[in-house]
């Protein structure tokens, strides 16, 4: 092989890896899906879960089929974040157009099925949104649901009446119509910030 003969087929496969590389990028079988349940690569959020609403009847993740949801796990006890986070969720629904408030469906998941009852649900929730989900169940159904969502919790004791509180993770979460993880939001999210992702995908 002659040294120019060389050179031009180093140029050549060069030439081809890049052209496959370009490929690649613009396919969209290689481009990362947006509905994708996973976060930054790190594991799935959400899925499969049996809970019990606040009717008093089983349910499963097909409730949050059809529409937008806003996911968030908590208690009743909960004196302070689960309160306030609920009112924001609430505040940034009623703040969009009626037709589109209509496609976000909020959804309160009970951490503390020991005192969240099907009807201390419906009494909490409805002082928030009039459609608002409660959901608690027993416990190996909450603990179910909570580790599809990576929620974390622990009980921990106040006082020595055995009274306790519900320490827990306080992500909210986005879901879309196929009820697939799209976005989260920290403890400090803004009634702002939740209505202008919910306008920009509705
Ligand atoms: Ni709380």
Redesign the pocket.
Known sequence: MTPALAKRLVIGAMVALSTLLILALYLPVFRPDPNNNTVNGSAAIGGAFTLVNQAGLEVNEQILLGHYSLVYF??TY?PD??PMTLQIVADAIDILPEQKSELVQPVFISLDPKRDTSETMASYVSNFHERMIGLTGTAEQVQGAASAYRVFYRETPIGKGGGYT?D?S?YLYLMNRSGRYVDHFGKDVTTEELTSKLRELL
Do not use: L, P, Q, T
């Open positions: 908590g208690f909960c974040i689960c519900v827990h306080g």
